[in-house]
């Protein structure tokens, strides 16, 4: 499954540079004289001069994509390359295209776009978990370079400050967007859940189809796999993780 983060209308940001000049997309929501935190910094807690939070009720933090510079040319003749050396045959005329194609298309599954983690002080309170189930993701085995799809499940039980509901998903996608292991992100959306928010507890459920053990070698048709990242109370507290695990729809 494909599906494209659209911005909301607060979060809007001018057209960034395309991957095929070459260029690195940036991020154009920095906080003013502060710097962007990378991807280490969101998951273990900021480390720079300052906090990467913006003063006043709302805060915000700032999402850059993981990855260096795309060559789409260079990308097309290694992809011509190697689809050659597999015996393909690219004199075809509806083949003279694919190596674009494919290059293009990976450039896209690898295309994080920049966002804000946007907070807000958690006026009224609430103490009880919040949830966002079954949001769609895809991303890429990096094994095997073949597609994982499916649907995370990501909760937390609210300290001093709530989320954007979005940013749920959009942090989601921002992960997704690179080369992954299914056990790697789901720790990644929940530890910068976890540095960024100071939630008392967060869950993260990832269920997938990776088409690399469903397409070839063992070809298990309709296996799904199951991750989960528990911290804080939602980790430490039955209850807690219990109801968690019940309002994903998680069996236990």
Sequence with gaps: MTHEPRLDGADQVPPKPSPANGTRPGSALLVAGEPAATDADLESGWSGGSSPQSQGAERAVDLDPAHGPM??????????????????????????????????????????????????????????LVLARAIPFRTVCEHHM????????????????????????RLVGHFA?????????????????????????VGVVLEAEHTCMTQRGVRALGAKTVTSAL??????????????????????
């Design 71 to 128: 060559d789409l040319a260079a990308a097309e003749r290694a992809a011509a390359d190697f689809l050659t050396a597999l015996g393909i045959d690219l004199d075809r005329e509806e083949r003279r295209a694919t190596p674009a194609r494919m290059a293009r298309a990976y450039a896209e599954m690898f295309a994080a776009e920049p966002f804000r983690l946007t907070t807000f002080p958690n006026d009224e309170g609430y103490d009880e």
């Design 177 to 201: 967007a690179r080369p992954q292991t299914q056990e790697r992100l789901t720790m990644q959306v929940a530890r910068c859940l976890d540095a960024n928010l100071s939630p008392r507890g």
């Design 146 to 169: 073949l597609l994982f799809s499916g649907v995370a499940h990501v909760g937390y039980l609210p300290g001093e400050r709530i989320l954007g509901l979005s940013k749920l998903a």
């Design 231 to 252: 911290l804080g109370t939602l980790r430490t507290d039955p209850r807690s993780r219990a109801e968690f695990f019940a309002l994903a729809g998680v069996p236990t």
